[in-house]
């Protein structure tokens, strides 16, 4: 140690040793704290649905708060137990204590009170009901801690790399973290694993009680071919959104994290969908990234103490504040699209290759039959899942979808026959 160091310490007392430390700490923490603050309040990005690429991004990968965006992963394990039979839709939960204790947004039920699964979706939704969140993430796992637990495990079992979840209402929580590109990855999973599910995105109202409750998704109604998924905002976070929209046959997914306003996000949103519906329509202008939102599987190690630390931003204790009391200035509706119809093309002709008990099992040989056809013949080729009924119960019919004739699905069959995959052609309406 230098001399003259040593000779400042010794002259030093203790307590003013103290106050120099703590002030050396705050003045570190302050500056990393505001300069991580500052790099993350805004994020978005594109993602072509269809092939999972990244048209274009802007700091998609930088941490920031998902809000009630967390509500989609509530959302995609429930629809997961739906499937596994754990849970009915017309099975009632319970409102703990704890769940009726929720700040707004909320649908203010009282303890003890009970709400059918299809009602309790709506709720989460169109509401973004942090009650009944909660009561979700109880009745699944026994608390919203330990459901916190499994929603972070299946981020990472999905490809959201960069996520940590703590709740399941998204309500401000240090170490609750997420990215635009995870968020894009969440989308588009529960897009493809649980299509019968995703209607209820496009939901604009439902009641309860007799109370008629509206959604804060207005991008809903002001943007042409939008049709999901979740809005959500903390002061922490900003104004987010996660969007679907579909144009052409064509299908987007758009995450705005860190919007000023409601308003400014949405028209953000739009004219993010424009861009990219034109790289669309005119790829040989843009071929987009070439980087997918799900990265390739991979070694990944997840240290629940190791994500407690401070938080990228600092989080003010605060209920997740209802969107409609907000400032809202209605951006104008965008133009209809000019649409360009394909000269033949219905694209209601499939290629079913069975049926199956399990959902999972129908979505996996639906994957395999895409994967056994030869590129050539994947254009406009969607996985498609049906929910059949069958008796008291229901199966799940796996086939290839969105295909423009007759001659092209027989096409496909024949090629699967060859490959000893049993099939069969359908027209759907």
């Known amino acids: 140690m230098p001399l003259k160091l040593c000779n400042f310490l010794n002259k030093i007392t203790f307590n003013q040793l103290k106050i120099l430390l703590i002030l050396s700490f705050f003045g570190v923490s302050y500056l990393i704290t505001a300069q991580t603050f500052a790099a993350v309040r805004y994020e978005s990005i594109i993602v072509n649905a269809q092939t999972g690429n990244i048209l274009f991004e802007s700091n998609a990968n930088l941490p920031t708060y998902p809000a009630s965006l967390t509500k989609m992963m509530t959302l995609l394990l429930l629809f997961e137990a739906l499937e596994k039979g754990q849970l009915r839709m017309d099975q009632n939960i319970v409102i703990s204590e704890r769940a009726a204790s929720k700040p707004a947004t909320n649908m203010n039920v009282k303890t003890g009170a009970r709400m059918n699964v299809e009602t309790a979706i ?6 973004s009901a942090n009650d009944i969140a909660c009561a979700i993430a109880e009745t699944l796992a026994g608390s919203e801690e330990n459901f916190a ?4 495990a299946k981020a990472k079992q999905i490809g959201m790399i960069q996520t940590v979840f703590r709740n399941a209402s998204g309500l401000p929580d240090s170490g609750q973290i997420t990215s635009a590109r995870d968020m894009a990855t969440l989308a588009l999973t529960l897009m493809r694993e649980y299509p019968a599910y995703y209607p209820y995105f496009s939901e604009r109202a439902f009641s309860y009680q007799g109370r008629k409750y509206t959604t804060h998704n207005r991008i809903l109604n002001n943007y042409a071919g939008a049709d999901g998924l979740k809005t959500g905002f903390i002061r922490a976070s900003g104004f987010n959104l996660v969007s679907s929209a579909k144009r052409n046959g064509q299908r987007l997914i758009g995450v705005v994290l860190g919007g000023e306003s409601a308003s400014w996000r949405d028209k953000h949103m739009m004219r993010l969908f ?6 669309l329509q005119n790829p040989s202008t843009s071929n987009g990234t070439n980087k997918t939102v799900t990265p390739p599987p991979g070694p990944f190690e997840w240290n629940e103490a190791n994500n407690s630390k401070a938080s990228p931003v600092p989080v ?9 009391s907000s400032p809202y200035e209605t951006p104008k509706k965008a133009a209809p699209p000019k649409i360009t119809k394909p000269p033949i093309s219905t694209g209601k002709w499939s290629v079913s290759v069975g049926s199956y008990k399990l959902y999972n099992s129908a979505m996996a040989a639906a994957k395999k039959a895409l994967q056994a056809i030869p590129a050539n013949q994947k254009s406009g080729a969607l996985v498609k899942v049906d929910t059949i009924k069958q008796g008291k119960g229901r199966v799940y019919r796996a086939r290839i979808g969105g295909l423009v004739n007759k001659d092209k699905a027989q096409s496909i069959c024949t090629v699967l026959k060859s490959k000893k995959q049993s099939c069969a052609v359908l027209q759907l309406s």
């Open 122 to 127: 709506k709720a989460i939704i169109i509401r």
């Open 149 to 152: 637990k499994l929603m972070t």
């Open 274 to 279: 424009d861009r990219g519906f034109s790289m």
């Open 316 to 324: 003010e204790a605060e209920g997740d504040t209802d969107e409609a």
